[in-house]
């Protein structure tokens, strides 16, 4: 039996989250070693085992893999969660890279100047409502499938999940002008991988809070 995928980065979200949410929807364990302090960090860089020097890292097939895309990438792969050819991912990584571009601004949010905040929490909504969901929301509806490539779970399904529910931590009414996007949050959020991952206890991070903050900053920033 192959050892489980070891993840190697801070308590909180971050680059580390939709590497979480991946292996947890295709139902695989894993192990997490967090980076507590710079020199736990120093440490990671001086082992050799960074390629460029940066987290996330994920151990898995013997491999130490770095660049958070081609993780999530391999991970889709070998989990069959990457479509059936070439066009099919062709879309899934569209998909996937808009939904990137928001949980990117939802990453960051916490690292912005308090009076800067309120703005940046707009814009968040905006581009939201305005740019990301308008684009899925038609998708679904479209083709009426309930997922967005092939009729079948993808990790473009998955992120869009993620950053979906991250939204509506910010504004929980976000959806109410997408009745699709409503729908798939329905079926994806009660597929029993995900919906196990969604329960207290599993290993899905919280928002980060001042306390988690502290710690990223002091790892990465101090």
Do not use: C
Request: hydrophobic letters at 40%.
């Amino acid at each position: 039996m192959s050892a489980k995928p070891k993840l190697h980065y801070t308590r909180e979200r971050g680059r580390m989250e939709s590497i979480r949410w991946l292996l947890a929807a295709a139902g695989v364990e894993f192990e997490e070693e967090y980076l507590e302090t710079k020199e736990d960090l120093e440490k990671l860089r001086k082992s050799g085992v960074l390629m460029f020097q940066q987290v996330p890292m994920v151990e898995i097939d013997g491999m130490k893999m770095v660049q958070t895309r081609a993780i999530l990438s391999y991970i889709a792969g070998k989990y069959n969660l990457y479509g059936k050819d070439l066009k099919e991912r062709a879309w899934i990584d569209m998909y996937v890279e808009g939904v990137m571009d928001l949980l990117e601004m939802i990453m960051v949010f916490p690292l912005q100047p308090a009076d800067t905040k309120e703005k940046k929490l707009a814009l968040i909504i905006e581009r939201a409502t305005t740019r990301y969901f308008p684009v899925y929301e038609k998708v679904l509806k479209d083709h009426g499938q309930d997922y967005l490539v092939g009729n079948k779970l993808s990790f473009a399904d998955i992120h869009l999940l993620e950053a979906i529910l991250a939204t509506e931590e910010f504004k929980p009414d976000v959806l109410s002008a997408f009745p699709a996007l409503q729908a798939f949050k329905g079926r994806t959020s009660n597929i029993p991988t995900i919906k196990k991952f969604l329960q207290p206890g599993s290993q899905k991070k919280p928002p980060t809070d001042d306390e988690l903050l502290a710690i990223v900053m002091n790892v990465f920033y101090s």
